[in-house]
């Protein structure tokens, strides 16, 4: 029933490869029906249990309620996806498994046949790639108070993260992923896609990236970053609304400046009226447990507007291609364009006051 999958060494040296724009973002597919996921459980896994489709951008991915009491999530991947992409994040989530138990992040469940990551050779999910997790309870932090508290330690959380994927030595497969702020220039050839009005501010991003981050490149620290820290992947404690429970979604990894994650987290805490608080006090609280250098501070504000500009262009240009997607795809769009209006706004002495001191 299964196909094996060629051997993929995660520490092999990749030289990379061109940009591929819209390859894995725009692929589109047949979606499964609950009684295929069902099904794929059942004779893949062993386990017997009811489906329920989650949001996904990539791939398909169901919450499993298992008839014994315990629940899982099952990831169907697009049929665009890459195998050695996928094959990484498990090797990831291994790896934290047995260096970070403490860590709130899903545990892999192997198949029947024993793997983890396994391509079907039968049935509506034909050839696309099926991996099995652990699922986490907790409610998504954007359905929960925000408080300087919680952000802390968000900010917290994301340095023992950061902490722990330092320490694994393999590296995702060499593609240029969009979300990758490292490459925030490429988002110059979608600018077609942006409403003309936010298009100027866009541009003055990519002018000071451009300007900014290059010159850094070879200094700043590099390593396997989650690159996806927002509000719908942490998960809260719904009795504790400062405790995390969960970090989910690890499809977006990359090795890049550990900074680039810091820079993620902060530019989904610029929306509300208290943005300045919330933001100091998540980078403060990474800060306090990994500390930033200097270089790494400086670089800092261009990476959070990057990372706005990113979620603008990124959402217009796929919501055009996807119509009846839309509401999904431009879910933090308008977060990210007032995050972006209000940093933008800022003295250059101003953005260094959301950045705590540094020797």
Not at 35 to 42: G, L, P, S
Not at 96 to 114: K, N, Q
Not at 291 to 315: F, M, N, Q, S
């Amino acid at each position: 029933r299964l196909i094996p999958l060629a051997p993929f060494s995660s520490k092999m040296p990749q030289e990379p490869p061109p940009p591929r724009t819209g390859d894995i973002l725009s692929q589109q597919w047949d979606r499964l029906a609950l009684a295929d996921a069902e099904a794929i459980m059942r004779e893949v896994y062993g386990i017997e249990g009811s489906a329920h489709a989650l949001s996904s951008e990539r791939d398909e991915t169901f919450r499993i309620a298992g008839r014994d009491g315990r629940a899982f999530t099952l990831k169907v991947a697009g049929p665009a996806e890459d195998a050695a992409a996928l094959r990484f994040q498990d090797d990831v989530l291994l790896h934290l498994a047995a260096t970070a138990p403490a860590l709130p992040v899903p545990r892999v469940v192997p198949a029947l046949e024993g793997g983890s990551c396994l391509r079907l050779d039968h049935g509506p999910a034909r050839g696309r790639i099926v991996r099995l997790l652990t699922y986490l309870e907790g409610e998504q932090q954007h359905r929960t108070p925000p408080s300087p508290a919680q952000a802390g330690n968000i900010g917290r959380m994301l340095a023992a993260l950061a902490a722990a994927l330092s320490r694994f030595d393999g590296r995702p497969p060499a593609v240029r992923l969009l979300w990758d702020i490292s490459h925030a220039l490429d988002l110059a050839d979608l600018l077609g896609a942006v409403d003309a009005s936010r298009r100027p501010a866009i541009e003055a991003v990519l002018d000071e990236f451009g300007r900014s981050v290059p010159p850094l490149a070879g200094v700043l620290r590099r390593q396997v970053i989650h690159n996806d820290f927002n509000p719908h992947n942490i998960l809260i404690d719904p009795a504790a609304p400062t405790k995390i429970a969960g970090i989910i979604d690890f499809g977006d990894m990359v090795f890049a400046p550990l900074v680039n994650d810091l820079a993620i987290a902060a530019a989904y805490h610029l929306a509300g009226d208290d943005w300045a608080t919330l933001a100091g006090a998540l980078i403060a609280g990474f800060h306090g447990k990994l500390p930033l250098r200097r270089e790494e501070a400086d670089v800092l504000p261009v990476l959070i507007k990057a990372r706005l500009a990113t979620t603008i262009v990124i959402g217009e240009w796929r919501a055009a291609d996807r119509p009846l997607e839309r509401d999904y795809i431009l879910r933090n769009h308008a977060a990210a364009w007032r995050g972006l209006q209000r940093l933008s706004a800022l003295s250059p002495a101003d953005l260094t006051r959301l950045v705590p001191g540094v020797s």
